[in-house]
């Protein structure tokens, strides 16, 4: 009788701490959103006439999170540790938010207050970092802090400077540049806004607007299905800025209708991996990493829309190319779907979410017109769309304000590898500060690379790929970015060059083996190998490996020069990334054979080789857009013989 009195005790407490869960998640993510939303629009100082700093909302935005982390954490069963370290969160942020001020005045002073709570703060902030984001970025930044005390016993190049334990932690838990800084700010101040925007916009049926955009546009063409994906990708990506949540929202309809319409699994998860990869880099949202660009370059964040777009348009175009000249090799039709929707039906029944995407995209380029600053114009378009889909709906879906609400709400959960990953990266860069790493690693690349410029980008290249293993685009881009890109500056490169430079090779981490993010993600859905789908995407998305270094050296590739030049030079980069994926395929007018796909490799570097790299490469671009004309002419008239005989072509 006692046996059947304990079962029932102990789900009743189980289904308890569940209940105490759900219900703590949802008040912890709710105040979180609401006192961004509220800081944003100046509700404290505009109606309460309260005002207080920066900082102190940060921390207690830090506080919520964390304790978010440490009970939303799904990976594992609720312990009575996660309680006592979601109660220690919130107690110590807010603690450190009250006494703010005199904490940082008295900061330098290193007082024993100061010195526990930035030693608290640092270990709750490393290890909900670790049971969110794993092992990769806090690995990291745990390797940096133990370089720093060991590098004194090191040669005279790797040393750094001495700094005591105690002045370390206090700097880094309390001081600007440390946890609570610039890159926390742009996580939580500017991102969850935008994250906002994309919960609303795919709740009420924004991602299935773009997909029917893309089905009826690309559905009838060769390879119809893969064209849907490029397409669906890059407009939803383009608003969710995630490569992983772009492929899980639009990946699960469009790898089995490529693999139905005749690519093969391995290949339909690539495409859609390098797709949705590409919205990390495609404006105006693009990902987390360009708002923390802006902040690293001080200029607007419309600067880095427009530097980015004709990189984003290449990549694109390159993937498109691939899913073109691979359906003709394989004779593969338009997409086959059922009962497809007309481009009239679609715009008359979805035409309104375009309205906030477009007053979004106008308020981000020209916010001296409508004097909003990204994040309002953020939440001012977050407000258009749910006012116009309670009013229209969409396929006949029409959500109500509560449901809206709660989307807005989840975005807290949504956010929180972001907020997490700008507060470990604050410390990150708090260390390399203080010690001088950053400075130091700035010398011995400048060294390593002997003041060449081409040989610097290879070996930044290098190391930004392994940076990149196991670590989010995020983390990526501010472990390079300050690592990495102060080197290329000092040789000369822009600022938005070097920046975009490691950004992009930063995102490589997604679609190349042995992580890849997307790829294995893609690979789940279409249920093949994600090691092969991974090096598969790279073929696919090869253009990736090239672009960064074409934009460097091209600077008109980044909007910066004459509009004659941009466009000139945006032409001949956009034929040799054809060229290019032709003999990646094997297939351009006609089936390739090796000799074949190697002399269109060869011409296709001859084309898109960028002039500046060396006086008379502009002759090198000549001649190579002279011998892929006559490559082009003898496939033709391949083409035509092979046709005539009504047989195929001999590759040669």
């Known amino acids: 009788m006692s046996e059947e009195r304990i079962i029932p005790d102990a789900a009743e407490f189980a289904s308890a701490a569940s209940k105490a869960t759900v219900l703590w998640t949802n008040v912890l993510q709710s105040l979180l959103v609401a006192a961004v939303v509220l800081w944003v629009l100046d509700i404290p100082r505009r109606v309460f006439n309260v005002s207080f700093y920066t900082e102190q909302l940060l921390t207690i935005c830090l506080g919520l999170t964390l304790a978010l982390a440490y009970i939303a954490d799904t990976s594992r069963r609720r312990h009575w540790s996660d309680w006592v370290a979601m109660a220690l969160s919130l107690g110590l942020c807010g603690y450190i938010a009250a006494r703010y001020a005199s904490l940082t005045d008295e900061a330098a002073m290193i007082p024993l207050s100061g010195l526990i709570v930035s030693g608290l703060l640092i270990v709750l902030i490393m290890e909900a970092s670790r049971r969110i984001n794993g092992w990769g970025f806090v690995g990291m930044i745990a390797a940096m802090a133990v370089y720093v005390y060991i590098s004194p016993h090191l040669s005279e190049d790797f040393q750094t400077r001495y700094v005591s334990p105690e002045r370390m932690t206090v700097y880094l838990g309390l001081d600007i540049n440390g946890a609570i800084g610039s890159i926390l700010q742009v996580a939580v101040m500017v991102v969850i806004p935008f994250t906002i925007f994309g919960q609303v916009l795919a709740r009420t049926g924004g991602a299935d607007f773009f997909a029917d955009i893309s089905m009826t546009a690309m559905g009838h063409f060769r390879g119809g299905a893969a064209k849907i994906a490029v397409i669906g990708s890059a407009l939803f990506g383009m608003i969710s800025g995630s490569a992983v949540s772009n492929v899980l929202a639009v990946g699960i309809v469009t790898i089995p209708t490529m693999v139905r319409s005749g690519f093969t699994p391995y290949r339909a998860a690539a495409i859609e991996s390098v797709g949705s990869t590409g919205g990390q880099l495609m404006p105006p949202v693009m990902g987390a990493a360009a708002f923390i660009m802006a902040e690293f370059l001080q200029v607007p964040y419309g600067a880095v829309c427009i530097a980015a777009t004709i990189p984003a348009v290449l990549y694109y175009a390159c993937l498109f190319f691939h899913v073109d000249l691979e359906a003709a090799k394989h004779k593969i039709g338009a997409a086959k779907i059922a009962d497809a929707p007309r481009v009239s039906e679609v715009l008359k029944s979805g035409w309104h979410f375009l309205v906030p995407i477009a007053f979004l995209v106008f308020a981000l380029m020209y916010p001296d017109i409508t004097l909003l600053t990204p994040e309002k114009a953020a939440i001012v378009s977050t407000g258009i769309l749910m006012v116009l889909a309670m009013i229209f709906g969409y396929r006949g879906k029409r959500l109500g304000l509560i449901d809206l609400l709660k989307a807005i709400m989840e975005t807290g959960r949504v ?95 997604m679609i190349t083996p042995p992580v890849a993010f997307a790829a294995y993600a893609a690979a789940n859905i279409a249920r093949t190998d994600g090691w092969t789908t991974g090096w598969i995407a790279c073929v696919v998305g090869w253009s990736t490996f090239i672009l960064p270094f074409l934009f460097v050296l091209t600077p008109s590739l980044l909007m910066d020069g004459a509009w004659i030049e941009i466009v000139l030079n945006f032409g001949r980069v956009l034929f040799g990334i054809w060229l290019g994926t032709t003999a990646a ?36 671009n000549a001649a190579g857009v002279a011998a892929a004309i006559l490559l082009l002419t003898l496939d033709w008239l391949r083409r035509k013989q092979g046709k005539s005989a009504e047989l195929p072509a001999t590759p040669y």
């Open 415 to 509: 956010s929180l590898d972001i907020i997490l990953i700008g507060a470990a990266a604050g410390i990150m860069v708090g260390i390399m500060s203080i010690s001088g790493l950053a400075f130091s690693m700035t010398i011995q690349l400048l060294a390593l690379a002997g003041g060449n410029v081409f040989l610097l980008l290879l070996l930044i290249a290098v190391l930004a790929f392994v940076l990149g293993i196991g670590l989010p685009t995020v983390s990526v881009y501010i472990l390079t970015a300050t690592l990495l890109a102060p080197a290329l500056v000092k040789l000369g490169v822009t600022p938005m060059a070097a920046h975009m430079f490691v950004m992009y090779n930063g995102i490589l981490s």
């Open 585 to 620: 395929v094997g297939f351009a007018l006609a089936p390739l054979g090796r000799m074949g796909r190697l002399l269109y490799a060869l011409v296709s570097l001859a084309v898109v080789l960028p002039p500046e790299a060396f006086k008379g490469a502009i002759w090198i």
